[in-house]
């Protein structure tokens, strides 16, 4: 016997209130019924459950500042957040569920924008010097280039690189002294990365049919094989606390009973302003540059005062050993962080969860 007609003979079965009601809707009469009255008869349980039409519970929702459709919900660590596709119905096939929106416990409220900052200016000693066979530092075809570096990070005490024979010593050019701007010090990253989300409330979207059941109820079909805290609930349609659980005088475990707050972010447009560094006062920056021919900053072939890129020609027949620099100037000077300011706005709603005891 098919499971709609078994249910529809049951209907006309029950006691003296249900065979009234079967009646007064055409139930039990051979001819004229038509399909609306058919499924009306098949619901005949005061717990809401039925014969056959609804495979799963029929629950109120016509609960006053509620959206009139339950939903089944995860509640849970962000975390550990479970997906709705994670729901199957009681005979093993997907119940066609999909995440419809997502709650948060508590909104980030207290972002805030790091402080910006910048490196200190400061006056740079050239690296080294640029040797050339040729006069006036002339490196054309003919004539040899050879580096005289000072070491990384060189505070201008006597160095000697590599000696430069004189056929090979005509000039030598030197870069200018560097005035190190200031710089944006960029944020440090977090030691221990972003800080871990909090409780989320899952609402997803099907699972439910609401013409298969009697006026006020909706069907809200059993599933099995979820993870731990999937919960049926309703969710309040507006903004604020007002919205209360109803009390209700269902069966026993299947109110909505269990009130949880959570928060939709409608939108987080809050962003901090890019840092960035203005030179308030210039840097002053000069120094004298000797070179010697012996290794030790003995014998002076010549000295020149730096401020830009110069060209030193050397005494004929020379040799290049070494090198000192010492400064006449050194004043770096000053700049001032700006930036990092909060724009932007968070648009939050908030929304109360009604739920049934989880398991139930």
Request: overall charge negative.
């Amino acid at each position: 016997m098919r499971r709609w007609k078994a249910g529809w003979i049951l209907a006309a079965l029950a006691g003296t209130v249900g065979a009234a009601s079967a009646a007064a809707s055409g139930c039990g009469v051979v001819d004229g019924y038509d399909c609306h009255e058919l499924l009306t008869c098949d619901i005949i349980n005061e717990d809401g459950t039925n014969n056959g039409v609804c495979h799963g519970t029929c629950v109120e929702v016509d609960f006053r500042d509620f959206e009139k459709q339950p939903r089944l919900v995860w509640i849970g660590p962000a975390t550990e957040q479970a997906p709705c596709e994670a729901a199957v119905l009681s005979d093993g096939e997907s119940a066609g569920l999909r995440e419809y929106e997502r709650l948060v416990a508590e909104p980030d409220r207290e972002l805030r924008c790091g402080p910006c900052a910048c490196t200190e200016p400061a006056c740079v000693l050239p690296a080294g010097l640029t040797v050339t066979s040729g006069w006036m530092c002339d490196n054309g075809p003919g004539e040899t280039v050879t580096p005289f570096r000072a070491p990384s990070g060189w505070d201008g005490a006597c160095v000697a690189p590599d000696a430069v024979a004189p056929e090979a010593f005509g000039s030598f050019k030197v870069a200018p002294v560097t005035e190190r701007s200031c710089d944006v010090v960029p944020a440090p990253v977090p030691r221990d990365g972003a800080l871990p989300e909090g409780q989320v409330a899952v609402t997803c979207a099907g699972g439910t049919r609401d013409d298969l059941c009697l006026a006020g109820k909706v069907c809200m079909f059993e599933v099995s094989g979820v993870p731990p805290g999937f919960r049926r609930c309703i969710v309040s349609e507006m903004e604020g606390d007002h919205a209360m659980c109803p009390s209700g005088d269902g069966a026993a475990g299947r109110a909505f009973s269990e009130r949880f707050t959570f928060w939709r972010v409608i939108d987080d447009s809050r962003d901090c302003t890019p840092c960035a560094c203005a030179e308030t006062e210039p840097s002053r920056c000069e120094a004298l540059v000797s070179t010697f021919e012996d290794d030790t900053c003995t014998d002076l072939v010549a000295s020149t005062v730096i401020r830009q890129r110069v060209c030193v020609d050397a005494d004929l027949g020379s040799a290049l050993g070494s090198m000192r620099a010492e400064w006449r100037v050194d004043a770096p000077g000053s700049c001032a962080p700006s930036g990092g300011e909060l724009v932007g706005e968070l648009i939050v709603e908030r929304r109360t969860l009604c739920c049934m005891p989880e398991g139930t």
